[in-house]
């Protein structure tokens, strides 16, 4: 069976890393990024071809994958992608973005007799340079099965949650969940060094317990040493948290504690950290906190 010819639009350090492992599964990949020196960077590492424009990335390509900022980005690159696609043509947005623009631009796609899926990641930048994030996506069934084998190629689980725009919600229960584990960590983290305890043979007691998470066997050791350059930036985290609690104020839902450590990133980026990892909330027990 003939591989499905790809294109990839966004190369940031999740995109990148994912459109390698398209050319490291074999299929052709013709790439595209707003910052061209990004792309050819990103050629002088893989053998895919590089585009100078979103139209001359997208022709004749089965199936386009995009993976770029926030909604107005999102939004852009595919009413500018959708115009060049031929019909038939697969487009996957692996952005994190608001259910509702999903939904417009399914039905653009729909509308131009193209396929869409949403298709939001989550394992960060590491979980895309192993090639073992998890997508969540909104999608026909006809469709998630189309793209399935392709999305295989990075992802190491690939679920679909429901039709368009699914997958985007289903990103943000993600992200409410990991707000509430990260900031208990870093409070975890702030009390058993005020108690001057041995933080590894701590971490060594609860991590296999039901304290234990992905947080905190990968995030507990990184933040006893201050160090947070670990890939999703806090800037990021702060819009998709945007996006839930835009979209839970809609539905009359309080969500006091995804509301509590928004601000707490706030304060991070106020201070300088918009571009540490989102377990820099741990800062805020040390050097953001105000003297007494």
Known sequence: MTQPKLAFLGLGVMGGPMAGWLVKKGFEVKVWNRTQAKAEAWAHANPGEVATTIAEAVAGADCVMACVGDDP??????????????AGTLYVDHTTTSAALSQELAAAAA?????????????????????????????????????KPVLSAYCGTIIRIGEAGAGQLAKMVNQIAIAGVVQGLAE??????????????????ISKGAAGSWQMENRWPTMVEDRYDFGFAVDWMRKDLRIVLDAAQAKGLDLA?????????????????????????AKRFTSLRKPD
Not at 195 to 201: G, M, N, V
Not at 257 to 281: C, F, P
């Open 111 to 147: 509308q131009a007799g193209l396929e869409w899926v949403d298709a939001p990641v989550s394992g960060g930048q590491a979980g895309a340079v192993n090639g073992r994030l998890t997508a969540m996506c909104g999608a026909s069934e006809a469709s998630f099965a189309r793209v």
């Open 73 to 86: 980005d999102a939004r852009a690159v595919a009413r500018e992608a959708f115009a060049a696609m031929q």
């Open 257 to 281: 504690l995804t509301q509590m450590v928004d601000g707490y990133y706030a304060e991070i980026q106020a201070a300088g950290g918009g571009r540490l990892d989102t377990s820099s909330l």
């Open 188 to 205: 975890a983290v702030a009390f058993a060094k005020a108690q001057e305890l041995d933080t590894d043979a701590v971490l060594a007691a």
